[in-house]
């Protein structure tokens, strides 16, 4: 219906805030078509915006100072960009409670955290407010969009540079209905990681896995002392050598498993073909992992 609106007094951004105005969601006209950007776009074109606009300030000349925020379950291309400008990136949880602690931690210590967000498209935007915010996030965004086109270009074309510059980020998320909570529970019982080698999947999807983090027991194989960074959660993550990244949680709130999953290909590869390589690993996460013939899910 918004974007019908926008036709009627041609407008070609369309910008969006839930009942109470905590999350942003963005659609762009296009030449093809209109374009609604996945959460994880939106807050990456905010996060470089946040930082083009600290340079344009001199207030991060090489990063330094400086940190973003994303939830675990959110894209990777937050941290491609981060290692690639300079600046820090860290992970928490999912929810702004996590985030905005750890905002308040970096902040206390005098370090500078201008973004933070999470896929589920909340997003906090500066310092002013200190959770996730859906018109400050709109207002900035309006900012970004209004430069581009100034600047001759249209928001999808910048994220599309974006992705030139920092590589393609394909996800694929979802969620299988487990109705049973003592089948959920057998279920991450299967997946358990205490450290016991055997227990890891050599190969996801056919890629290798290298590291495998489980927060409910506390063990991940990516430190050398074998122990996670972030506090407990009925979460598994795997992480692969194609650049892929694949997270099993239960739901807190519905009788559903969900599953993110995301592959990150290099600067230059094409996104078809990272794009069907997110399918294979989400496909493989649903049949190899979560096993729905077994465990009867629908």
Same mark, same amino acid.
């Given at each position: 219906?918004?974007?019908?609106?926008?036709?009627?007094?041609?407008?070609?951004?369309?910008?969006?805030?839930?009942?109470?105005? $905590?999350?942003?969601?963005?659609?762009?006209?296009?030449?093809?078509?209109?374009?609604?950007?996945?959460?994880?776009?939106?807050?990456? #074109?905010?996060?470089?915006?946040?930082?083009?606009?600290?340079?344009?300030?001199?207030?991060?000349?090489?990063?330094?100072?400086?940190?973003?925020?994303? =939830?675990?379950?959110? %894209? =990777?291309?937050? @941290?491609?960009?981060?290692?690639?400008?300079?600046?820090?990136?860290?992970?928490?949880?999912?929810?702004?409670?996590?985030?905005?602690?750890?905002?308040?931690?970096?902040?206390?210590? @005098?370090?500078?955290?201008?973004?933070?967000?999470?896929?589920?498209?909340?997003?906090?935007?500066?310092?002013?407010?200190?959770?996730? $915010?859906?018109?400050?996030?709109?207002?900035?965004?309006?900012?970004?969009?209004?430069?581009?086109?100034?600047?001759?270009?249209?928001?999808?074309?910048?994220?599309?540079?974006?992705?030139?510059?920092?590589?393609?980020?394909?996800?694929?998320?979802? %969620?299988?209905?487990?109705?049973?909570?003592?089948? %959920?529970?057998?279920?991450?019982? =299967? #997946?358990?990681?205490?450290?016991? $080698?055997?227990?890891?999947?050599?190969?996801? @999807?056919?890629?290798?896995?290298? =590291?495998?983090?489980? #927060?409910?027991?506390?063990?991940?194989? +990516?430190?050398?002392?074998?122990?996670?960074?972030?506090?407990?959660?009925?979460?598994?993550?795997?992480?692969?050598?194609? @650049?892929?990244?694949?997270?099993?949680?239960?739901?807190?709130?519905?009788?559903?498993?969900?599953?993110?999953?995301?592959?990150?290909? +290099?600067?230059?590869?094409?996104?078809?073909?990272?794009?069907?390589?997110?399918?294979?690993?989400?496909?493989?996460?649903?049949?190899?992992?979560?096993?729905?013939?077994?465990?009867?899910?629908?």
């Amino acid at each position: 219906m918004a974007m019908e609106t926008a036709e009627q007094h041609g407008a070609e951004l369309v910008l969006a805030n839930d009942p109470d105005a $905590d999350r942003l969601a963005v659609a762009e006209k296009t030449a093809s078509g209109w374009r609604a950007f996945r959460g994880d776009e939106i807050g990456v #074109l905010l996060a470089h915006w946040q930082w083009r606009q600290l340079q344009a300030a001199g207030g991060a000349p090489d990063g330094a100072g400086v940190t973003m925020l994303a =939830s675990t379950v959110s %894209s =990777s291309m937050l @941290g491609a960009l981060a290692k690639a400008e300079g600046f820090e990136f860290e992970e928490t949880l999912t929810g702004f409670k996590w985030m905005g602690q750890r905002a308040a931690e970096l902040r206390e210590a @005098g370090v500078v955290v201008p973004f933070a967000y999470e896929e589920a498209i909340g997003y906090c935007v500066g310092d002013m407010l200190k959770d996730k $915010d859906g018109l400050s996030a709109a207002a900035v965004f309006y900012e970004m969009a209004a430069t581009l086109r100034r600047e001759g270009r249209g928001v999808a074309e910048h994220y599309e540079s974006l992705c030139e510059r920092y590589g393609h980020f394909v996800s694929q998320n979802g %969620s299988i209905g487990c109705p049973d909570p003592s089948v %959920s529970a057998e279920i991450f019982a =299967s #997946l358990r990681i205490d450290g016991v $080698d055997s227990l890891v999947p050599a190969t996801l @999807g056919g890629s290798t896995v290298i =590291s495998v983090r489980d #927060l409910w027991t506390g063990f991940d194989s +990516a430190h050398a002392d074998l122990k996670a960074r972030l506090p407990q959660e009925n979460m598994v993550t795997y992480t692969l050598a194609n @650049g892929g990244v694949a997270t099993l949680r239960a739901s807190g709130t519905e009788p559903k498993i969900k599953y993110y999953c995301e592959v990150g290909g +290099a600067p230059g590869v094409a996104r078809a073909e990272v794009a069907a390589e997110v399918a294979t690993m989400a496909e493989a996460v649903i049949e190899e992992l979560l096993k729905p013939d077994k465990f009867g899910l629908r």
